[in-house]
């Protein structure tokens, strides 16, 4: 059920799936370590234990649970907010990505079978 106020934007189909990621700020080397939350063609949700400013570009390698393919993405931070555990969701838009999103969903299904 929507929350009061909130208008959904999105367009796309989002996957409610967890799949394993390393991301950096552009022009920093440092990874830190999140999982996702959703995905679709235009983006994902992440949950990180830092806030990210919106607009930030990061550089996101999403790790195959089947194989352990490493496929980067660039994106972008769209939104951001935290919750009482401390936990941040973010939500990334891709740039310029050329994800096929249902095999990558159905690998990551298959993987956990």
């Known amino acids: 059920m929507p929350k009061e ?13 967890s799949i394993p990621l390393k991301y950096a700020k552009v ?3 440092q990874l830190a370590d999140a999982v996702t939350n959703d995905i679709s063609a235009e983006g994902l949700g992440l949950i990180t234990v830092e806030d990210i400013p919106v607009n930030t570009p990061l550089n996101v390698s999403l790790t195959m649970p089947d194989n352990g393919e490493v496929i980067p993405i660039d994106t972008e931070v769209l939104w951001s907010k935290s919750d009482v555990s401390g936990r941040c969701h973010i939500g990334l838009k891709f740039k310029n990505s050329r994800l096929k999103l249902i095999p990558l969903v159905l690998r990551t299904i298959s993987a956990r079978m």
């Open 5 to 17: 106020g909130f208008l959904e934007k999105r367009k796309g189909v989002r996957f409610l799936i």
């Open 27 to 29: 022009g920093i080397k």
